[in-house]
């Protein structure tokens, strides 16, 4: 079975082991393996994560945008304060994938391990 290593907290519903990455399996969506006990799961509420951290992510954005148009782009036009905000974006995303995951994400089995 080859996996996809993720930066999602993941903490399996029948060992309870946990860890600040998630296996994916490839080529399923949504299907992660536990690293001691094998067992497959799934993200119970994934769609509303998916919707919350495109929320704040959308209004952070939003913010960093505004800010750099205020504070230094006042002459030029919006696109480039939003051109400017994507670097900052980007890694605002990558560093609240895993908060975000650990606080919405309840795990649920689909198939028991081997």
Do not use: D
């Not at 036009?77 to 908060?99: C, E, M, R």
Request: charged share 10%; glycine share 8%.
């Amino acid at each position: 079975m080859v996996t996809i290593r993720k930066r999602v907290y993941f903490k399996c519903p029948k060992c309870g082991h946990a860890t600040s990455y998630a296996l994916q399996i490839a080529g399923e969506k949504n299907s992660y393996v536990c690293e001691r006990c094998s067992s497959i799961s799934t993200p119970r509420n994934y769609l509303l994560a998916s919707f919350v951290y495109g929320a704040v992510l959308g209004g952070l954005m939003g913010v960093i945008a505004y800010w750099i148009f205020t504070r230094h782009l006042f002459t030029a036009s919006p696109a480039f304060a939003i051109l400017a905000a994507v670097p900052i974006g980007l890694i605002l995303a990558w560093l609240v994938a895993p908060i975000l995951s650990r606080v919405f994400y309840r795990w649920t089995l689909i198939k028991p391990g081997s």
